[in-house]
């Protein structure tokens, strides 16, 4: 499948010194959903700049679909992908429905007449820009990755500092503008890149430690389940050591790598059988964010 | 000609240089002062009044020598004038222009746009550049109008001051680029600024008083022209998104 994205043996070493991706090699296919997810310093915002243009490789190739930044070509694939920005500088000197066709004009096509309304911007399509609200900010900035109808969508850390009502809001108009598109939506936010992405790009120190489709990445982490007992925790984990069971105690529950579906009826009626109460016995999905702790702290 | 992403971005710096009142003012007022409230009077008096240069061993700098009256003011004080003009107005635009984006990281905002480095850059610099000849050159006009009305120089000899103001104007727009380098806030672009004019300054009286005749204001129009070429070389060779977005 042909490339949307790609990075092979990308190194990124700044002027200072500071190496932000090491020999890290990735593609996403055209239509792909992925999320690039890792801790402060992983390298996320410096691989979306480098996709940009903003910065040069040290070593290695970026692509965008198909085409390096230094050629001729970039510049259409450049206008085929529409970016958001992570927490940028906001003008003072440049209102709303100006910005817009600014990016219009460079973009050479879109409705700015359109996405006003589309994205609730209206009311304040003569308010400077640096005088709108965080909510409303990344509404615009959405507004203008959106506005030329690009294939691919580039979102680095797109709600960020916004407070959770501002983010829902985000998350809806970003679900509705992913449909379609090839995205790389780069976050801290776990919630987020499992509501959003199907496939996960975990980078540490520079590094591509995990490439793979999140139900994939599910696949990878042992099936848990959890126990409650009327006895409480403490008899309930006893019980559960004796089968030579690892156990994590979470307050009043028991948390065992068995896979609940198969191992939990044998379980159970041992349990019961023993004159435990269990009253409670949930198989858990594992949360992104445990898959993600167990990559990056493997 | 001009590519069209550069004009777009020309239309946006020029639409936002016009809303600034501080970089409109600053960039003003001073010129107002040195291109037209101080050197009237100073035309009148030396109209009047032999300039009074003490004598110097061997008759002192050529461009000094035998320098009388309006003379002293047409080839002498007032390319000074025009010269210190021409190198400030740009510097001031600079500074909101290119230094201000970067330091309230607006510059996110373009890079996140389908253009290039040099693309914003060239429009920045053309802003400042037409910003610069749009203030000095009418503040230019009413005193080079009012010379040649009191009859203290001809119509051409004014209009040979045009070229240390057109040629400061541009030195000045193309140091803007070193100032991009060098300066990551409002404050340091205005220390920036001093350092970089200090010399160009010197230089330019050094010219002023060291060539004789007419030939002074040419000579200091290539000598602002080599030192605009130095500084593009330079900001051009070591300008990347990397240092402007530092």
Known sequence: MASALAFERVTKRYRNGVVALDDASWSIPIGARTCLLGPNGAGKSTAIRLIEGALRASRGNVTLLGVEPDTPAYADARRRTGVVPQNPGMYADLSTVEYLELVRQLYGRGDVGRLIEAFGLGPHQRTMLAALSGGFRRRLLLAAALLSEPEILLLDEPTVGLDPVAAHEVHELLSEAMKGRTTLLCTHNLAEAEALCDDVVILRAGRVLLHEPLAALRGRVAPRLRLRARQGAGPLVAALRRRGLAVEVEADAAVVNVDGRRAAPELLRDLLGQGLDVYESVPLEPSLEQLFLDVVQA | ?246
């Open chain 2, 1 to 246: 000609m001009i590519d069209r992403s550069v004009q777009i971005l020309l239309g946006k710096e020029l639409r936002q240089l016009g809303r600034s009142r501080g970089a409109l003012v600053s960039a003003t007022l001073l010129p107002l002062l040195l291109l037209v409230v101080v050197p009237i009077p100073q035309l009148v008096t030396l109209r009047n009044l032999p300039l009074d240069i003490p004598s110097m061993p061997g008759g002192g700098p050529p461009g000094l020598q035998s320098l009388r009256g309006a003379d002293a003011f047409v080839l002498l004080l007032y390319p000074l004038f025009v010269t210190i003009c021409g190198m400030i107005v740009p510097s001031l635009a600079a500074s909101y222009t290119i230094v201000t984006e970067r330091e309230r990281r607006t510059l996110e905002l373009l890079v996140a746009l389908p253009v290039r480095l040099s693309q914003i850059l060239v429009a920045k610099l053309l802003s400042i550049l037409i910003l610069g000849i749009v203030v000095t050159v009418p503040l230019f006009a009413v005193t080079a109008t009012l010379v040649v009305i009191l009859g203290a120089a001809s119509a051409a000899e004014m209009a040979l001051v045009l070229v240390p103001l057109g040629t400061a104007v541009v030195c000045s727009t193309c140091l803007s680029l070193l100032l991009t380098l060098l300066a990551r806030d409002f404050r340091t672009a205005n220390n920036v600024n001093g350092v970089l004019f200090f010399p160009v300054l010197i230089v330019a009286a050094g010219i002023l008083v060291g060539v004789g005749g007419s030939a002074r204001l040419l000579v200091l129009g290539a000598a602002l022209l080599a030192i605009g070429g130095v500084a593009i070389l330079a900001g051009a060779r070591w300008i990347t998104f990397e240092r402007y977005l530092e």
